[in-house]
């Protein structure tokens, strides 16, 4: 009898360490974070993915996987013409993949003060846009003879195309061609006037 409880001893602790590891195996919740991580990821939900890789970022290669998270948001804001907020992303990356090849793309000029101005006898026209606002906003004046328009609307940028939301988007200005201190563009909206805008130093 005196054998016998060694012996059940060891097999309620063995039972208990395998208990443990199961429980361990089926129940981590690193692991569980991660997955549900990956799964937001795979849905684009990147702001989610990116809050759940950060509250685990010494589990497996969490670190990394913010990283091509924001890769990956950023890329998708700069498809869907959200330039500043995907230039913003792109530059904290620090050269991961092939961010600086991405940042050299001449859209990404559009960020800044922009203005035109021209008068003579018969007319007078003064265009500023201001593409520096973190938020994807643009602040517009324009100045053509008796008509003034001044505002703050955010913009997206798609196939060289300028969409302004009032309402609804609106295809206001196209890019004729860019530069990192020249930008040209066509008035859609009104008259198709061609401007050439410098960029405020």
Excluded at 88 to 114: C, E, M, Q, V
Excluded at 146 to 160: A, G, P, T, V
Aim: net charge neutral.
């Amino acid at each position: 009898m005196k054998n016998k409880i060694p012996y059940i001893l060891i097999a309620v602790l063995i039972i208990l360490i395998l208990f443990v590891i199961i429980c361990n195996i089926f129940n981590n919740p690193k692991k569980n974070k991660y997955k549900e991580a990956l799964s937001y990821l795979e849905q684009n939900k990147y702001e989610d993915a990116i809050k759940l890789f950060t509250e685990i970022d010494d589990y497996k290669d969490a670190k990394e996987m913010i990283k091509e998270t924001k890769y990956r948001q950023a890329k998708s804001l700069k498809n869907e013409g959200y330039i500043t907020s995907s230039k913003n992303i792109f530059a904290s990356l620090n050269n991961y993949k092939d961010t600086s090849t991405i940042l050299s793309d001449d859209i990404f000029n559009i960020i800044g003060l922009w203005s035109y101005n021209s008068y003579n006898k018969n007319n007078y026209v003064y265009i500023s846009l201001d593409f520096s606002d973190k938020d994807n906003l643009v602040k517009q004046e324009i100045y053509v003879g008796s008509k003034q328009e001044s505002d703050y609307q955010q913009y997206k940028i798609l196939d060289n195309d300028i969409y302004i939301l009032d309402g609804t988007w609106q295809k206001k200005w196209h890019i004729n061609s860019i530069t990192s201190s020249s930008l040209v563009i066509k008035n859609i909206l009104n008259s198709n006037e061609i401007y050439t805008l410098t960029k405020a130093s």
